[in-house]
C-alpha cells in the first residue's frame, strides 16, 4: 500500500479540528474529494500507522507519527515543484505563522496557482490538487499545509522553523 499526497491532505485537516466528529461524507465535502477517496485515504493512514482504527468509521490520527512524516518523510515521498510567477493563494513563507519570522520582499513568497487567490508569486506544486480551496475555507488548515510546504521546498533555515512550527501547531490542535 502507498501512501498519497491527498493523505496527509485529510490527516491534517482531522488533526487541527480533534473535538469534531467527521464522517467521510463531511470531510469529502470539507476538502473537495469524494467520500470514497476520504475512505481510502485514512485505509492508507492506518496501514500506514499514521492513523488508528478504533471501530467502523471511528479513526484518528496518530500525532507523533504524524509529525515525524510530516517534518521528515512528506518532502522526499512528495517533493515540491516550483514553477513561473502565477496569481494563487500564498503558501511557505508567504503565510503566517512563518511570515512574520522570515523577510521576503514583495512577489518573492510562493503560491500555489488559483484563480480566487489575492497574491502573486512563484507557483509551487500543492501537496494535493484541492488544497488551495480546503486552505481557503480553513485558517488552520492553511497553517499546516503552508508549513508542510516550507518542509517541501524551503531552505534550512525556513525548514527548522516549519518543523518546530508544524509541531506545536498539531500538539496545540490536540490540546484542545
Not at 17 to 30: F, K, V
Not at 52 to 78: K, Q
Amino acid at each position: 500500500m502507498e501512501l498519497k499526497p491527498q493523505d496527509l491532505l485529510v490527516l491534517f485537516k482531522v488533526a487541527v479540528h480533534p473535538q469534531r466528529r467527521w464522517t467521510y461524507a463531511a470531510l469529502g465535502e470539507a476538502l473537495s474529494m469524494s467520500a470514497s477517496e476520504v475512505h481510502a485515504s485514512v485505509k492508507r493512514a492506518v496501514g500506514a500507522g499514521l492513523a488508528v482504527e478504533r471501530g467502523r468509521g471511528d479513526w484518528s490520527p496518530l500525532r507523533p507519527a504524524l509529525i515525524e512524516f510530516a517534518v521528515h518523510g512528506a518532502r522526499y515521498v512528495w517533493p515540491a515543484v516550483t514553477g513561473p510567477v502565477r496569481r494563487g493563494v500564498p503558501t511557505a513563507f508567504g503565510v503566517e505563522p512563518l511570515a512574520s519570522r522570515i523577510s521576503s520582499s514583495a512577489g518573492e513568497a510562493p503560491v500555489w496557482a488559483y484563480p480566487r487567490g489575492t497574491a502573486k508569486g512563484p507557483s509551487l506544486s500543492p501537496l494535493y490538487r484541492t488544497a488551495p480551496q480546503a486552505a481557503l475555507a480553513d485558517p488552520a488548515l492553511h497553517r499546516l499545509l503552508a508549513l508542510q510546504d516550507a518542509l517541501r521546498a524551503g531552505r534550512a533555515r525556513e525548514r527548522t522553523l516549519a518543523a518546530e512550527l508544524l509541531q506545536k501547531e498539531l500538539e496545540a490542535a490536540d490540546a484542545a
